[in-house]
């Protein structure tokens, strides 16, 4: 991480003028990143020793690498960051890094409750890979996050980043929405490129999108479930964790919805609300749930389903199993690193 010398060379930097790589902000096109696509969010896989699965990692991602996504987002909510620690969140990123295919954008989850660490630790995810930062609201002192402090988190951030960032608004885990207003202001900012909204507001993301009409600003839906309404509205593309299980057809979905087929598209989506509900169900074991979410849709998909559903991990597991692209969330386990059941599951 970035010491204070470091810190205060970063902001005498951005007093002279700093000079980005393309991609960023002030590139020499004048344009910002395109983040348009799908993205699976990855897991974090665990061994029974509460330890980080880097083998699991690399394996899920070599799956996930044959289906034609836009690139990965790593370090979300889906990978459950808040348990791992800072040298852990920049060694998965880095191994994502080595193990995704070099054409994928990799968004990396760099988000913190003060301003400082979450510049710290986007410098260092852009150090260890990461094409952009993916930066969720500060949300601890939530009464005090006003769109004023949430416009002066984000623009000090978005000024000493090296890399594009993304903002992150997904109330279910915050308590806390990223205010229209803030996100119209922060769209004007050249290091801002878009939003990761998962609240599911189809209707507030079309007014996003409205008022940021005039910006170079791009908006991903946070979810499968409302993937085609936001696409409707604008958005476009999503961060999917339904991607991990059925990457061909969310993929599919989109191409349907860009190409204007939108009877198909409409029942493919009608197709994908059951199984992205199924996937919501926390408190059936994990087989069962990607089981549930394949069947629900009768396609193929990008799992190998065992002809018989594999035993349940032992409890205190969350780790990748023979055949499957992801690791176990939301099973109803304990989680090795805190004890609690796994709040996250692929929805």
Not at 195 to 203: A, E, L, M, R
Request: net charge positive.
């Amino acid at each position: 991480m970035l010491g204070r010398g470091v810190w205060s060379s970063l902001r005498q930097g951005l007093s002279r003028g700093l000079s980005r790589k393309v991609g960023g902000w002030a590139s020499g096109e004048g344009r910002k990143m395109d983040i348009a696509g799908i993205y699976p969010p990855v897991t974090t896989p665990f061994t029974a020793t509460a330890e980080v699965d880097y083998g699991k990692l690399e394996e899920n991602l070599h799956k996930l690498g044959a289906f034609p996504f836009r690139g990965f987002v790593v370090q979300g909510s889906n990978g459950e960051f808040p348990f791992l620690t800072s040298i852990e969140r920049l060694e998965v990123v880095s191994r994502v890094r080595q193990a995704m295919p070099k054409d994928k954008l990799l968004l990396a989850g760099s988000g913190c409750e003060s301003t400082q660490a979450t510049v710290e630790m986007t410098v260092s995810m852009a150090q260890v890979g990461a094409d952009a930062a993916i930066v969720v609201t500060p949300c601890f002192y939530r009464g005090r996050m006003s769109s004023a402090a949430l416009i002066h988190h984000y623009t000090k951030v978005a000024d000493l980043s090296p890399i594009p960032v993304v903002l992150y608004s997904v109330p279910a885990n915050t308590g806390l929405d990223l205010p229209v207003d803030a996100v119209v202001t922060l769209s004007q900012h050249p290091n801002i490129v878009g939003i990761k909204d998962s609240g599911g507001d189809v209707t507030r993301m079309g007014l996003i999108v409205h008022k940021t009409g005039r910006q170079d600003f791009q908006v991903l839906a946070g979810s499968a479930g409302f993937l085609l309404a936001s696409y409707a509205v604008g958005a476009v593309g999503g961060v999917c964790a339904l991607a991990n299980v059925l990457g061909a057809q969310v993929c599919q979905l989109e191409r349907l919805c860009l190409t204007g087929q939108w009877e198909d598209a409409q029942k493919l989506q009608h197709r994908l609300i059951e199984p992205n509900t199924a996937m919501k169900q926390r408190a059936a074991p994990w087989e069962e749930r990607m089981c549930a979410a394949v069947l629900a849709l009768r396609m193929p998909s990008c799992l190998t389903l065992h002809s018989v559903p594999p035993p349940v991990p032992a409890l205190g597991t969350h780790s990748g199993m023979p055949g499957t692209p992801f690791c176990c969330l939301g099973c109803g386990l304990s989680h090795p690193r805190s004890g609690l059941m796994s709040p996250y599951c692929p929805a």
